[in-house]
C-alpha cells in the first residue's frame, strides 16, 4: 500500500503518552498516529454519509415518525459498536 508522509504537532504531554503507548504494544508512533487518523477518518466519513443520506431523504422522501427515527438510530448505534468492538479484537 502507498502511504505518503504528514507532520502533526503534538504537545509534550501527549507525545509522552504516545511514546509510553508505543513502548507498551512496541510498535512505532508513526504507526499508531497512522492507526488513530485511519480510524477517525473511518468514523467520521460514516457520520458524514449519514448526514448527507439524511439530507437527501429529508429533500426526496417522505419523513418518519419520532419512533421510527429513535429505532433507525438505536440500530445504527448498534451496528457502529459491533463495527468498533470487531475492530478492536
Excluded: C, N
Amino acid at each position: 500500500m502507498d502511504t505518503s508522509p504528514i507532520t502533526a504537532r503534538l504537545d509534550a504531554a501527549t507525545l509522552e503518552t504516545l511514546d509510553r503507548i508505543a513502548e507498551r504494544y512496541d510498535r512505532s508512533r508513526s504507526w499508531l498516529v497512522a492507526q488513530a487518523v485511519r480510524q477517525f477518518v473511518e468514523r467520521e466519513a460514516e457520520m458524514l454519509a449519514f448526514i448527507e443520506e439524511g439530507e437527501r431523504s429529508a429533500r426526496e422522501e417522505p419523513l418518519i415518525s419520532h419512533e421510527e427515527m429513535k429505532q433507525f438510530i438505536a440500530a445504527k448505534r448498534a451496528e457502529l459498536l459491533a463495527k468498533r468492538d470487531k475492530a478492536a479484537a
